[in-house]
Structure formats: C-alpha cells, structure tokens
C-alpha cells in the first residue's frame, strides 16, 4: 500500500494552486495577463477553450495560445483558435490544414467565423475531396456549405448528386454556375432536369437549355415556358447539339404559324 510523502502532497497542492492562479488570470480584463496566462506551460485544455470563448481576446493572447506547446496541439483548441474572429490570418490559416475534414466543415458554418476564413475552410475541403471515401462525400453532400455541395456535384455517382442536390444550403445561383461550366457530368444535368424543386426554377432550366447533355424531351418542354425571344437569345449560346437547337425552332416557327394572328379590337362606333 503506498502512502503519500509530504513531498507528493505539496506537489499537487502546488498544481492546484497554480490551476486556480490561471482560473482567475483568463477571467482578467487586463490583456497582460491573458497574455501571460496564453502562454502559461500549466494551461489546461479547458482552459484554453475557457479563454478562448472571450471574444475579447487580443490577438496577441491568440498568438501566444498558438505557440504554447501545453496545448496547440489539442484538437479542439486547434478548432477554437482557427475560428475565432480575432486570430490573426498567419495564424488561423495554416491551422486549416490541421484540422479533421468534418471539423472543416463545421467551421465553415460557423456564424461568428469571419468570412474569409469560412471561404479558406472551404477551399481546404475541396482540396481533400478526390481523397475522402464515399460515405464522408455523401455525409458532406447533404450537410456542408453550398460551395461544397456544389463542388460535389462534379461527381458522377448518383447518391452523391441526390444528396447535394438536397443541401438545404445549396443556392440557385451555385447550381446554375455548376451547370454552364463546360464538362458537367450527364448524371448531374439528369437528375437536375427531373427534380422536382430545381427544375421548377426559370433560371435553371435556361441554364439546363445552355448544356450539351439535355435530353430532346426535356428541351422541348423548358422551351415552351419561354417566349420565343428568349428562346432564340439562349439558344444562340447553348451548348445543344445543331440538330436539337434546329428542332426547337422548327418547332418554334411551327407554333407561331398555327397562331392566330391578333386582330387590333375594332373600335365602336359613336351613336
């Protein structure tokens, strides 16, 4: 049975007398002594996110917490560092690409994480997604940002263009660009044509009239929502087959020849 020496004892009252000297320092309003307490070799990883939770925080604190080797290393002060507002970018930027893919991306939807940051988390996810297995794209696919979502759908497997497509976050303005860049995979300009949010949407189907892909079926319908001036503007820089852009104006002029042509309502005569 061991007994506790008298030298033990003061070794632990010590550490818990410097524990609660720190306590007290990251509740300071005094930035030199958040400083010094960023810097203490005895913070804890609690205290670290303790202090971290100041918006307050000076940047050199942040700093400081960044080169402390008792706890950068950490996980979730590395999160916690990289997202605060006031870290500075040589700091938050390298530590991107420390972080855990999923971390990324919670990071990036972070509210209080400043924007340039949140574009920088993105770009760092994009980066790893030829890497990352099946289940981390589809995981990503319905719940990262829309830059994600719409990154992924560069991608040829069906599950992961149903789930991008269903991101909540996911914006017209992202899937239009998605679908007139040049080699947007056939799955993608299928599932968009057939789905029944998107392809109710008029800035999607002209964007899906631009594609080289669209089905003759599908051309055909998206073109009778739209004015003949219209059809003409957009199909003058589509990327559809000579012979389907042919067909709709046939198709188009066949339409205008069978209408009616409006008569000017005749006026009445004055009694």
Same mark, same amino acid.
């Given at each position: 049975?061991?007994?506790?020496?008298?030298?033990?004892?003061?070794?632990?009252?010590?550490?818990?007398?410097?524990?609660?000297?720190?306590?007290?320092?990251?509740?300071?309003?005094?930035?030199?002594?958040?400083?010094?307490?960023?810097?203490?070799?005895?913070?804890?990883?609690?205290?670290?996110?303790?202090?971290?939770?100041?918006?307050?925080?000076?940047?050199?604190?942040?700093?400081? #917490?960044? $080169?402390?080797?008792?706890?950068?290393?950490?996980?979730?002060? $590395?999160?916690?560092?990289?997202?605060?507002?006031?870290?500075? %970018?040589?700091? *938050?930027?390298?530590?991107?690409?420390?972080?855990?893919?999923?971390?990324?991306? =919670?990071?990036?939807?972070?509210?209080?994480?400043? !924007?340039?940051?949140?574009?920088?988390?993105?770009?760092?996810?994009?980066? %790893? #997604?030829?890497?990352?297995?099946?289940?981390?794209?589809?995981?990503?696919? $319905?719940?990262?940002?829309? $830059? #994600?979502?719409?990154?992924?759908?560069?991608?040829?497997?069906?599950?992961?263009? =149903?789930?991008?497509?269903?991101?909540? =976050?996911?914006?017209?303005?992202?899937?239009?660009?998605?679908?007139?860049?040049?080699?947007?995979?056939?799955?993608?300009?299928?599932?968009?044509?057939?789905?029944?949010?998107?392809?109710?949407? =008029?800035?999607?189907?002209?964007?899906?009239?631009?594609?080289?892909?669209?089905?003759?079926?599908?051309?055909?319908?998206?073109?009778?929502?739209?004015?003949?001036?219209?059809? %003409?503007?957009?199909?003058?820089?589509?990327?559809?087959?000579?012979?389907?852009?042919?067909?709709?104006?046939?198709?188009?002029?066949?339409?205008?020849?069978?209408?009616? !042509?409006?008569?000017?309502?005749?006026? %009445?005569?004055? *009694?």
């Amino acid at each position: 049975m061991s007994t506790m020496t008298s030298g033990d004892s003061n070794s632990d009252a010590t550490a818990e007398s410097i524990e609660t000297r720190l306590e007290d320092a990251i509740h300071s309003p005094s930035e030199e002594v958040l400083l010094h307490a960023a810097g203490d070799s005895a913070l804890t990883e609690d205290l670290a996110l303790s202090l971290l939770k100041r918006a307050d925080l000076p940047a050199p604190a942040l700093e400081a #917490i960044a $080169r402390n080797s008792s706890v950068a290393k950490q996980r979730k002060v $590395r999160l916690a560092l990289a997202g605060h507002p006031k870290t500075p %970018r040589h700091v *938050s930027l390298p530590i991107l690409r420390l972080l855990y893919t999923f971390d990324l991306m =919670r990071l990036a939807l972070t509210p209080i994480v400043p !924007a340039d940051v949140k574009r920088a988390a993105d770009e760092a996810l994009i980066s %790893r #997604i030829e890497s990352i297995s099946l289940g981390e794209k589809l995981s990503l696919a $319905r719940r990262a940002s829309d $830059r #994600i979502a719409a990154a992924l759908l560069r991608d040829k497997e069906p599950s992961l263009i =149903r789930a991008a497509l269903e991101n909540s =976050r996911l914006t017209e303005a992202s899937l239009v660009k998605t679908l007139t860049r040049s080699g947007t995979p056939p799955p993608v300009i299928e599932a968009v044509s057939h789905h029944p949010k998107w392809l109710l949407m =008029r800035e999607v189907r002209i964007a899906l009239l631009r594609t080289e892909q669209l089905p003759l079926a599908r051309a055909l319908e998206f073109a009778q929502s739209l004015s003949p001036g219209s059809l %003409r503007e957009i199909l003058r820089n589509s990327r559809l087959p000579a012979s389907t852009k042919s067909y709709l104006l046939k198709n188009l002029a066949n339409k205008s020849a069978a209408s009616p !042509a409006k008569r000017p309502a005749a006026r %009445r005569s004055r *009694s």
